[in-house]
């Protein structure tokens, strides 16, 4: 079984500039989740997709980040336009739907994407 | 609201020492809690879970965790350290709902020496 994907695994930019980051979760997982860890800080929630809709978006931190999820296949994140304190890793993670709770099984991570703005 | 502190951004241990990482958390509800590990260039691999089946839980590489509701504590303990064992370490707490976004403790690097 494949694992969840992301890409690029680095992308460095410029302020200003647009930046697109692409999550493959585990094929048949509804749910997928995108995180962020800022340099010294803790890894925060910032989205939560089941299938295509979003279920709960209230970690994003402004309307420069834009999600979406195709089909409630691949997922896209993109920030435009960045700024410098959107540097950081950005990992994409998916889980099953159901279950009780016996089989929690939390989340699968991605390797996540380094994403430096200068 | 949740919140998880991790006591110590940085453990150092001797191979063979035992290992042991510090997690409290705060949740106004029963939780499930979680330790990850991230070593280096890869992403977070789940090494156990609490979900309140048994308060001692055994998880991946010889790690465990023990539950005690009345300390608020998940700490993750191992035996003994091998060389491998030097990553990141988080921990995590989510809520029964049936979407369980976490929330994570700030992470602790785990130094293993010769």
């Known amino acids: 079984e494949a694992g969840v994907t992301q890409f690029p695994s680095h992308s460095v930019i410029e302020k200003g500039q647009t930046v697109t980051l692409r999550c493959d979760p585990i094929s048949g997982h509804d749910n997928l989740y995108w995180y962020r860890r800022v340099m010294g800080k803790e890894i925060k929630f910032l989205l939560h997709f089941v299938k295509e809709s979003k279920q709960d978006e209230s970690g994003m931190p402004n309307n420069r980040f834009l999600a979406e999820r195709t089909g409630g296949t691949y997922s896209t994140l993109k920030v435009q336009p960045a700024e410098l304190e959107d540097s950081g890793v950005y990992f994409c993670?998916?889980?099953?739907?159901?279950?009780?709770?016996?089989?929690?099984?939390?989340?699968?991570f991605g390797p996540g994407t380094r994403l430096t703005v200068t | 609201a949740q919140s998880v502190t991790q006591l110590g951004s940085h453990v150092s241990v001797s191979e063979g020492a035992l290992v042991l990482l510090r997690c409290n958390y705060s949740?106004?509800?029963?939780?499930?809690l979680f330790w990850y590990v991230q070593y280096p260039n890869q992403g977070l691999q789940l090494l156990l879970k609490y979900t309140s089946a048994a308060t001692l839980v055994k998880g991946i590489n010889g790690f465990e965790a023990e539950f005690k509701k009345s300390e608020t504590s998940f700490h993750l303990t191992k035996p003994s350290a091998h060389m491998s064992d030097a990553a990141e370490y988080f921990c995590?707490?989510?809520?029964?709902?049936?979407?369980?976004?976490?929330?994570f403790g700030k992470g602790t690097m785990l130094l293993v020496s010769p």
């Open positions: 993670a998916s889980s099953p739907s159901g279950g009780t709770q016996s089989t929690v099984r939390g989340q699968y």
């Open positions: 995590a707490v989510s809520d029964r709902s049936g979407y369980s976004t976490l929330t």
């Open positions: 949740s106004s509800v029963p939780p499930y």
